[in-house]
Structures are given as C-alpha cells and as structure tokens.
C-alpha cells in the first residue's frame, strides 16, 4: 500500500499561480510514476502531469507551457508549480502514484490516488 499526503491548492487570481505538493509513503517500488489529474464539474478526470522517478515527463495540452512538475524521488516528493491560471483550471486536483513492476506475465502497475485539492481560479 502507498499513502499519499497532498498540499497546496487554494485559491488565486487569472494569471497568477499556486503550487501542490504530494509525499507518497509506503510500499515504494523502484519504478514509479508520480502525477496530478484533476477534475472539473460535470467533466471526467484528465492527466494534468506526471513524472517517472527517471524523470521522463508528460503533460496534458491545455498546461503544456503553464504548468511544470519535478519530483525529489529520494523523498518520494512531487511538486506541480502552476503558472499563468486560467478560469478552466479550475478543478479538484488529484494525485496519483503508480508503482510498476515487470512480472512473470509483463508489467503490472498498482496506482495510489490521493483525497483531492481544490483549486480555484477567479477573474
């Protein structure tokens, strides 16, 4: 099992920026993913970044150049530093960790989801 402490969120202005933070503790296996999904009234989950502790990245387009996300992989720490906020960002942020691990049938993945943080944009 993997447990997860989010932090972070809030609110802030268009334009402005907040920073989440997630500490995964736990069963941790040498490879593993750490990253935000979020999601908006009335819409599904989507990724918004996410970060393998080699540190290969992936974003979600409508960040892609707003958003940024680092990990401390020693502290089993990933950080999401969000820039220029929109209205649509607007959403419940959630942090996922994905252990992963190469067995006798292929990979498998065990994925870890954290409470939430709401994030909330005003004009």
């Known amino acids: 099992q993997v447990q997860l402490v989010e932090d972070g969120g809030g609110s802030a202005e268009v334009g402005g920026s907040l920073k989440l933070s997630c500490v995964a503790s736990g069963s941790i296996f040498i490879t593993n993913v750490m990253g935000w999904y979020r999601q908006a009234p009335g819409k599904q989950r989507e990724l918004v970044a996410s970060a393998t502790n080699g540190g290969t990245t992936e974003y979600g387009d409508s960040v892609k150049g707003r958003f940024t996300i680092s990990r401390e992989v020693d502290k089993n720490t990933a950080y999401l530093i969000m820039n220029d906020l929109k209205l649509e960002d607007t959403a419940v942020y959630y942090c996922?960790?994905?252990?992963?691990?190469?067995?006798?049938?292929?990979?498998?993945?065990?994925?870890?989801w954290g409470q939430g943080t709401q994030v909330t944009v005003s004009s």
């Open positions: 996922k960790f994905v252990n992963s691990r190469i067995m006798a049938d292929g990979r498998r993945n065990w994925d870890y």
